[in-house]
């Protein structure tokens, strides 16, 4: 399973005079607030929607920022947070191994059977 | 395999399906976006500057909360583009060092000094406007973190727009001092705003690429002309006039002309020489320095009820 974030560091960042590889060595990313990601959730009936990420020193804080980024417009009426590092996701490079078994059993659908026009209701 | 790769990149990329934080990508691909995110978020965490200029001199309530709202959205904007370019693998603070220590570069356009009441009125109708004709097609880049920020940002910002021009119309139909105040700030932001969308197309090599990779959609000036266009009989209602005796509609093209755009001043923007590069700079170093003992306060606070809550699970 691979980390959900990922880190590079960059040499050739362009337009300075210096890369950026320096400056990521100098230890200011360890002081830095985690990375939250973000769900909401529109209205009462739907699920929680992820809605992007933010840094906030804990789960208290990451929802109340939240409310600020996410939902100045009554974008929600529930918010879920969770520490990004906790976050696990499938590898897209063994997508197709993956979902092979669910290919090959279109008799899940219900296309799949043929009747009679005159059945109706079904 | 690397050359396999990257043809199966290009086929997705074709076939407009959106790449993902955790797809192959090509490094330059990677590199590419990382600079354009982060411009972008620089650029709306700077753009913050010149409006929070007027905040408290707006001229009356309404008026105040509605820029104090439009600034917050601003800060809206930088936070979810942060977050995207940082689904690319770099963190929020180098992303920061590289804006304080000047080696990353934001909009020439917020270094330009908001001088009158009207130019809040000028930067949402221009500002925002030039903004929004460059974000709306960025809604379908090809990269899936940046197209779902900018479909955010683009619902926030046509409220920007329709504040600043607003804010024109009420002073053009005001008194002659009111008049010649939203003439002024037109004649000062028009050509910055059309700088805006960047370098001509044949002096911005990386459009090519950024084309190809379906990360633009629209080039430089294909986008300047459309925002040209729509200005030019916008102004109309206004009752006022753009600040450049070339603006002409050319029957034959079906777009307006314009005059020549005065790249020199575009470059010396960019390089740091414009009228208040250093005063925004060492804004937003002041102010990420002044909030250290905040953030500092925050994570001990963070940490300290960790350990309490450990305790009492143990
Ligand atoms: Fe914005
Ligand atoms: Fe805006």
């Not at chain 2, 917050?72 to 930088?78: F, L, R, T, V």
């Not at chain 2, 909009?107 to 929004?132: C, E, H, K, Q």
């Not at chain 2, 002409?248 to 960019?270: L, M, P, S």
């Given at each position: 399973?691979?980390?959900?974030?990922?880190?590079?560091?960059?040499?050739?960042?362009?337009?300075?005079?210096?890369?950026?590889?320096?400056?990521?060595?100098?230890?200011?990313?360890?002081?830095?607030?985690?990375?939250?990601?973000?769900?909401?959730?529109?209205?009462?009936?739907?699920?929680?929607?992820?809605?992007?990420?933010?840094?906030?020193?804990?789960?208290?804080?990451?929802?109340?920022?939240?409310?600020?980024?996410?939902?100045?417009?009554?974008?929600?009426?529930?918010?879920?947070?969770?520490?990004?590092?906790?976050?696990?996701?499938?590898?897209?490079?063994?997508?197709?191994?993956?979902?092979?078994?669910?290919?090959?059993?279109?008799?899940?659908?219900?296309?799949?059977?043929?009747?009679?026009?005159?059945?109706?209701?079904? | 395999?690397?050359?396999?790769?990257?043809?199966?990149?290009?086929?997705?990329?074709?076939?407009?399906?959106?790449?993902?934080?955790?797809?192959?990508?090509?490094?330059?691909?990677?590199?590419?976006?990382?600079?354009?995110?982060?411009?972008?978020?620089?650029?709306?965490?700077?753009?913050?500057?010149?409006?929070?200029?007027?905040?408290?001199?707006?001229?009356?309530?309404?008026?105040?909360?509605?820029?104090?709202?439009?600034?917050?959205?601003?800060?809206?904007?930088?936070?979810?583009?942060?977050?995207?370019?940082?689904?690319?693998?770099?963190?929020?603070?180098?992303?920061?060092?590289?804006?304080?220590?000047?080696?990353?570069?934001?909009?020439?356009?917020?270094?330009?000094?908001?001088?009158?009441?009207?130019?809040?009125?000028?930067?949402?109708?221009?500002?925002?406007?030039?903004?929004?004709?460059?974000?709306?097609?960025?809604?379908?880049?090809?990269?899936?973190?940046?197209?779902?920020?900018?479909?955010?940002?683009?619902?926030?910002?046509?409220?920007?727009?329709?504040?600043?021009?607003?804010?024109?119309?009420?002073?053009?139909?005001?008194?002659?001092?009111?008049?010649r105040m939203a003439q002024d700030a037109i004649n000062r932001w028009w050509w910055p705003s059309i700088m805006m969308f960047g370098p001509k197309d044949d002096e911005s090599p990386n459009t090519i690429q950024s084309m190809k990779w379906k990360i633009k959609r629209f080039t430089n000036d294909e986008?300047?002309?459309?925002?040209?266009?729509?200005?030019?009989?916008?102004?109309?209602?206004?009752?006022?006039?753009?600040?450049?005796?070339?603006?002409?509609?050319?029957?034959?093209?079906?777009?307006?002309?314009?005059?020549?755009?005065?790249?020199?001043?575009?470059?010396?923007?960019?390089?740091?020489?414009?009228?208040?590069?250093?005063?925004?700079?060492?804004?937003?170093?002041?102010?990420?320095?002044?909030?250290?003992?905040?953030?500092?306060?925050?994570?001990?606070?963070?940490?300290?009820?960790?350990?309490?809550?450990?305790?009492?699970?143990?």
């Open positions: 399973m691979k980390q959900y974030i990922k880190k590079y560091y960059y040499g050739d960042y362009g337009e300075g005079k210096n890369g950026a590889a320096d400056i990521s060595t100098s230890g200011s990313s360890k002081q830095e607030w985690p990375l939250w990601e973000v769900f909401i959730r529109s209205k009462q009936g739907l699920d929680h929607k992820h809605v992007g990420s933010l840094h906030a020193a804990d789960a208290q804080m990451a929802i109340e920022n939240a409310r600020d980024v996410y939902t100045r417009r009554n974008e929600g009426i529930s918010i879920w947070v969770v520490e990004s590092k906790y976050i696990h996701a499938s590898n897209p490079d063994e997508a197709e191994a993956l979902y092979d078994p669910a290919n090959d059993k279109a008799y899940r659908h219900p296309t799949f059977y043929d009747l009679p026009d005159e059945l109706t209701h079904i | 395999m690397e050359k396999n790769l990257e043809v199966l990149f290009q086929e997705k990329i074709d076939k407009e399906i959106r790449i993902e934080p955790k797809d192959w990508m090509p490094e330059k691909y990677r590199q590419t976006l990382i600079r354009q995110i982060s411009q972008h978020a620089h650029s709306e965490i700077v753009g913050m500057l010149p409006e929070g200029n007027w905040i408290t001199r707006a001229p009356n309530l309404r008026r105040k909360a509605i820029l104090l709202a439009k600034v917050q959205d601003e800060a809206g904007h930088g936070l979810y583009l942060y977050s995207a370019a940082e689904t690319l693998g770099i963190s929020r603070d180098e992303m920061y060092e590289q804006l304080h220590s000047g080696k990353a570069k934001y909009s020439s356009i917020f270094n330009y000094p908001t001088l009158s009441w009207a130019d809040m009125g000028a930067i949402g109708w221009l500002v925002d406007g030039a903004a929004i004709m460059n974000q709306v097609p960025l809604c379908r880049t090809s990269y899936g973190p940046y197209a779902r920020a900018m479909v955010r940002v683009c619902k926030e910002e046509s409220f920007h727009q329709r504040q600043g021009f607003e804010i024109l119309l009420t002073l053009s139909r005001g008194n002659e001092a009111q008049r986008l300047r002309q459309k925002f040209v266009d729509i200005c030019a009989e916008q102004i109309k209602i206004l009752n006022l006039t753009i600040p450049d005796p070339d603006l002409k509609w050319n029957e034959e093209r079906g777009h307006y002309d314009f005059g020549a755009i005065n790249w020199d001043e575009f470059w010396q923007v960019i390089a740091g020489n414009g009228p208040c590069n250093k005063q925004r700079l060492d804004a937003r170093k002041k102010a990420w320095e002044e909030g250290k003992w905040v953030r500092d306060a925050a994570s001990a606070y963070a940490a300290k009820r960790a350990v309490r809550k450990e305790v009492k699970v143990a």
